[in-house]
């Protein structure tokens, strides 16, 4: 494919990291898209060091991070508890916004959905990778925009719930 096709497929991205994410989206590597990221034993983070700290930065990327877990903020707690045991309920209001907590296998991030990705919903599983690249950092939190993210897609199994994900015992809304 060329540099052109790779890049109105994937609209504003330029057209390197479209062709990149097209790369990566190859049946050889359809199997990376699988592992679970925590688990490969990489000894260094794709990102650069405390991501948390970081206020009114750039992360140029690309950076291949892994979903750990996601959440609706603008869903109330009693909503959420409705929803529980049923995985087949998924909410996805016009007005969300969705929380995600992310991984590159050794530093977790958090991000915000700035502008609505429509590849993603409250129903997108742990261990969805994603491509972000050119991503604004305020206050810790990566704020995403469709420009600035690839969903690629994959699994990979996930030790255990988000930190911060509300829970559907909890008591009171958290964001």
């Not at 969300?96 to 915000?112: E, F, I, P, S």
Request: include cysteine.
């Amino acid at each position: 494919m060329s540099s052109n096709q790779a890049a109105s497929a994937f609209g504003t991205l330029p057209a390197e990291l479209a062709q990149l994410a097209l790369s990566l989206r190859a049946p050889a590597l359809s199997v990376a898209l699988q592992i679970d990221l925590a688990a490969t034993g990489l000894s260094v983070s794709s990102l650069p060091a405390d991501v948390a700290g970081m206020h009114k930065a750039g992360l140029a990327g690309p950076f291949l991070l892994q979903l750990v877990g996601l959440w609706d903020i603008t869903e109330t707690d009693e909503s959420r508890r409705d929803r529980a045991g049923d995985a087949t309920l998924v909410s996805d209001s016009a007005n969300r916004t969705l929380k995600l907590h992310l991984t590159d296998g050794l530093q977790n991030v958090y991000a915000m959905e700035y502008k609505r990705i429509a590849e993603l919903s409250t129903g997108t599983a742990a261990g969805t990778k994603l491509l972000v690249h050119n991503v604004t950092v305020r206050r810790g939190m990566l704020l995403l925009t469709p420009a600035c993210i690839i969903v690629l897609g994959g699994s990979g199994a996930i030790g255990g719930p988000s930190p911060d994900a509300p829970s559907s015992a909890s008591t009171g809304a958290r964001a």
